[in-house]
Antibody, heavy 118, light 107 residues
Framework: QAQLVHSGAELKNPGASVKLSCKAS????????LHWVRQAPGQGFEWMGGINAGNGDTKSSQKFQGRVTLTRDTSASTAYMELSSMRSEDTALYYC???????????WGQGIPVTVSS | DIQMTQSPSTLSASVRDRVTITCRAS??????LAWYQQQPGKAPKLLIYEASSLESGVPSRFSGSGSGTEFTLTISSLQPDDFATYYC?????????FGQGTKLEIK
C-alpha cells in the first residue's frame, strides 16, 4: 500500500538550512502531488507548500516564500523540502502528505522532528 | 487566508457516547472539507473528505455533514480508540488551512 518515509531527525543552528526528504512507495509517484505540513510542539498544523510530482509545478505559502524550496527526483520517487534561514520558531515536526486533485491528504509520512537551537 | 475555527477545544465523553465537533470556515468552502484524527505521537489519519464522504477503512460510526461555512463531525458511539485529537482542514483554496483541533478526552 501507499507509504511515505521520511529522512531522520535534524538539529540545526539558527540561520542554517535544512533539506528534508520524503520517499514514496506503493503508488505511481508522478501521478500525485506531495505537500509539506508542519506541526509545532503542542500546536496545530501549518501547510507549507507542495509539488506536482509529474510536472514539477510548485505552490507554497506566502509565509515561507523566499525560504522554502520544493523539488523532486522522479527516478527515486522522492520529494524534498529545503527551508533556509531557520529560526527557533521553525522547530516543529515536518510531514509530507500525498494529495490527489479534489482530495485532501490521504497518506502522511511519519514526520521528521526538526529542532532549531544554538 | 480562510480561517477555520473548531469547537469545542476539548470534549470529555464516555465510551458509547455520541459526540459532535463543529468546524466553521471564515468564507464558503463549498464541501471541500476534511476531518483527520491524530493519536499522540502519530501522523494524522484521514477520516472524512468532501465534508461527508467516509474514507475507505474508516468505521461507519464516523460521519460528517455540512457545506458552505458550517460543518460537523459526529461519532455515533465512542470506542476506546476514538479518544484522540480531531482536526478539520479546508482544501478549497491555497493556503490550505486547519482548525486548531479538538481533543476528545475520556470522562
Amino acid at each position: 500500500q501507499a507509504q511515505l518515509v521520511h529522512s531522520g531527525a535534524e538539529l540545526k543552528n539558527p540561520g542554517a538550512s535544512v533539506k528534508l526528504s520524503c520517499k514514496a512507495s506503493g503508488f505511481t509517484f508522478n501521478t500525485y502531488a506531495l505537500h509539506w505540513v508542519r506541526q509545532a510542539p503542542g500546536q496545530g498544523f501549518e501547510w507549507m507548500g507542495g509539488i506536482n510530482a509529474g510536472n514539477g509545478d510548485t505552490k507554497s505559502s506566502q509565509k515561507f516564500q523566499g525560504r522554502v524550496t520544493l523539488t523532486r527526483d522522479t527516478s527515486a520517487s522522492t520529494a524534498y523540502m529545503e527551508l533556509s534561514s531557520m529560526r527557533s520558531e521553525d522547530t516543529a515536526l515536518y510531514y509530507c502528505a500525498r494529495l490527489t486533485p479534489g482530495r485532501p491528504f490521504d497518506h502522511w509520512g511519519q514526520g521528521i522532528p526538526v529542532t532549531v537551537s544554538s | 487566508d480562510i480561517q477555520m475555527t473548531q469547537s469545542p477545544s476539548t470534549l470529555s465523553a464516555s465510551v458509547r457516547d455520541r459526540v459532535t465537533i463543529t468546524c466553521r470556515a471564515s468564507q464558503s468552502i463549498r464541501s471541500w472539507l476534511a476531518w483527520y484524527q491524530q493519536q499522540p505521537g502519530k501522523a494524522p489519519k484521514l477520516l472524512i473528505y468532501e465534508a461527508s464522504s467516509l474514507e475507505s477503512g474508516v468505521p461507519s460510526r464516523f460521519s460528517g455533514s455540512g457545506s458552505g461555512t458550517e460543518f460537523t463531525l459526529t461519532i455515533s458511539s465512542l470506542q476506546p480508540d476514538d479518544f484522540a485529537t480531531y482536526y478539520c482542514q479546508q482544501y478549497s483554496s491555497y493556503p490550505y488551512t486547519f482548525g486548531q483541533g479538538t481533543k476528545l478526552e475520556i470522562k
